[in-house]
């Protein structure tokens, strides 16, 4: 379903710098996260997230897949590379089919300015890579791809290794070893694995190699059962058939489906870390999502801080480090499918782990809003009340749907205005003012090109809290950006103006404040 992994290895054993959780409220815990393309960033875009992720301390990404094959054939194999989703303009693909953008490149200069550190993931299959069809075909061309990245961008500081992007479910790993000599060997992914793991070493000896597993409690047939003692076997009969540098454990808490709950989780990654040792460092990796069984993995929502705070708590005496699945879909002031519910848990994640830097303040509800000039019908908020800009749900990227979002039309040739104002019921300390936007020129949709808030005590006498034009530059493709004002003031009425040309498209409103 999804992937991971990552770095954090021991001082002595390797020429790294480690990482360790946190033990006090100065670090953030989660200090990697997986990355991958399915958002159409731009390149300010892209900077901006990786801003976003040092923040929060986070000083490793995992990209999940650097590209992957097809069926194709003229290659001796069956399979070549695909140009579609490669993230670089590879000579292995024919130069009329390659990438004209080189996202590894930019990737790995963000990472370069910022001081972080990048895996890079290996190839996916054309279809369903346990089958076996594809085998060589993923061996040939993962050396390829590698060799031909260490040339090219191997004087990147950042890049310091490589992530194994098959899944391995330890499950499988016990029913087919047991029926092939008792041995983790006998299942053909710790064998694709093991290949994989000494071409990487082969090519460059000082790279890690890192890969993530999947870990059931419960199961039958083909992927039986798993107690605590038995993973603790398997573990350490995987590592030494696939000799990993680091293992990165998906913790299961997200997606459930027969994985160890909460209060399971730390006997089974203490039977991980006994089963490590000395000789491959052990990380968690978070899933910060909740499963939904009508949505798409890329698309579950983000998770309660609370249970995100259980998941560190429960495996912190066992791991070296955490990493997340996925800071871009969940935590991401820039999230695609709930930009409003991950910048909300990227707020409690702030005050939650570093409450001496990040004060709890809280959204306060809007009693009633209104506008200056209504948006157009086609668009338009809830009747007779409107409750779009205040409902806590919406702006996410749904294909072509924009009803989750409130539209207003530029009647006046490039200087639209529009005035909401909204009632909080009572005076309140307030110390943020945002609204959520969206561009997507290819629709005539525009960020803002300027916010103007006010405040007032009367709903009469108004005083400027603050204005921003800082949003970034308008995008061919949709993206989300909140317009923001810091500041402080004691009111109950806010006022926003937004200054916009041809299509202004607004999905949440918000004033953050002492609750």
Known sequence: MFRNCLLAALGILYSIQPVYPATDSLTFPIQGTF??????????????????????DINTVVVVSVGHLRADSNDPNGYSLAPDGLLYPSNFVNASERPTTDL????LSLADQRGMKVYVGSLQTATDWSDGT???????????????IVQRYGWHTSLVGWYFTQEIWMNWVKYYGALNGNTAAGYYGTVQMANWIADMKAIDPGKLATAAVVVKKDGTGAMPGLTPAELQTWTASLLQTAPLDILMPQDGIGAGDGAPGI???????????????????LWSTIET????????????????????????????????????????NDMSPQATYYPVE??????????????????AYGILPLASYWFSAPPIASYADTTPLPSKLSDRTGGG????????????????????????????????????????TQSWTGFGIYRPSQIDVEVSQDNWTWIPFGSTSALPADTPNFAVMWGEVQGSANAQWVRWTFHFNEWLFLAELEVIGDQ
Do not use: C
């Not at 991950?342 to 004060?359: D, G, H, I, V, W």
């Not at 104002?421 to 300390?429: E, I, M, R, S």
């Open 289 to 328: 999502f909740t499963a939904d069984p009508n949505l798409s993995s890329e698309r579950f929502p983000p998770a309660p801080i609370s249970r995100i705070q259980s998941q560190v708590n429960a495996v912190a005496p066992y791991v070296s480090g955490y990493v997340s699945w996925i800071f871009g």
């Open 104 to 107: 590894l490149e930019m990737i």
């Open 35 to 56: 990355l991958n393309f399915y958002r159409n960033l731009t390149p300010e875009l892209w900077a901006l997230e990786f801003e976003s992720m040092k923040a929060f």
């Open 397 to 436: 990227y749904n294909g072509s749907d924009l009803s989750s979002w409130v539209g207003f039309a530029d009647d006046n040739y490039g200087s639209g205005t529009v005035q909401i104002t909204a009632d909080l019921g009572a005076p309140k300390q307030i110390h943020l003012i945002r609204a959520l």
């Open 134 to 148: 594809e085998f060589n075909a993923l061996r040939a061309h993962n050396k390829e791809v590698a060799a031909e």
């Open 342 to 359: 991950a910048s909300e848990l990227n707020r409690q994640y702030q005050f939650t782990f570093k409450p001496e830097m990040f004060p």
């Open 263 to 281: 209060d399971d989780l730390g006997n089974y990654f203490s039977a991980m870390k006994q089963a490590t040792g000395t000789t491959t460092a």
